[in-house]
């Protein structure tokens, strides 16, 4: 190993390059969540429109009510969209090096638990009841876990790369101020 270390230049310091490092992933994690909130919205909308072991309602009550919760799923997931697309633009700014909001990364952490919550749910739900087939809710999981994946791995950017540009700001004031 430490013959293809010694092939790899060194550029800037360690700090620097863990700083590039955390930014980059911040790019594209939060690409990633961009694309998983959009494909959230594809999927409902699919599942909202295709539905057909849906049994047919035939009460003029319950239809109203199945109306009405299309609706309100439909808004929370325009909701979600809005949010993953805010924290996900805030970190590739923030990846790209320019200024992004303080309070995004909470957010995102809040989206993170919600995803933690959608997830184990989901895996309860679909291999308890069986309601899709078994590739099916496989395959859902799998989405479902990388959407997951792709906002932890914001979070945990977003706080290193910070913790690390302050002690990089903090030795360059150290050295200016000598």
């Known amino acids: 190993m430490a013959e293809v270390s010694a092939l790899l230049p060194r550029v800037g310091d ?6 590039r490092k955390y930014r980059d992933r911040l790019i594209v994690s939060g690409k990633g969540v961009m694309a998983f909130g959009a494909w959230n919205v594809i999927k409902w909308v699919i599942y909202m429109l295709f539905r057909l072991d849906a049994p047919m309602i035939e009460a003029e009550g319950l239809a109203e ?4 919760v299309s609706v309100f799923l439909l808004v929370l997931l325009l909701l979600d969209l809005l949010l993953r ?3 996900g633009k805030a970190a590739v700014t923030e990846g790209r090096g320019g200024k992004a909001g303080r309070f995004y990364p909470f957010i ?3 989206m993170d638990a919600f995803s933690v919550y959608s997830f184990l749910g989901t ?3 679909n291999f308890h ?3 899709l087939g078994f590739m099916e809710d496989v395959a859902a999981l799998l989405v479902d876990f990388s959407s997951l994946v792709a906002m932890t791995e914001l979070v945990i950017s ?3 790369g910070r913790r690390i540009a302050a002690r990089i700001a903090a030795g360059k004031a ?3 101020g000598r």
């Open 123 to 125: 895996a309860i739900t």
């Open 108 to 110: 995102a952490i809040v």
């Open 65 to 68: 009510i199945e109306g009405f």
């Open 129 to 131: 009841t069986g309601e």
């Open 158 to 160: 977003v706080f290193a």
């Open 174 to 176: 150290a050295k200016e």
């Open 85 to 87: 697309y805010k924290v």
């Open 14 to 19: 360690p700090d620097e390059r863990k700083l």
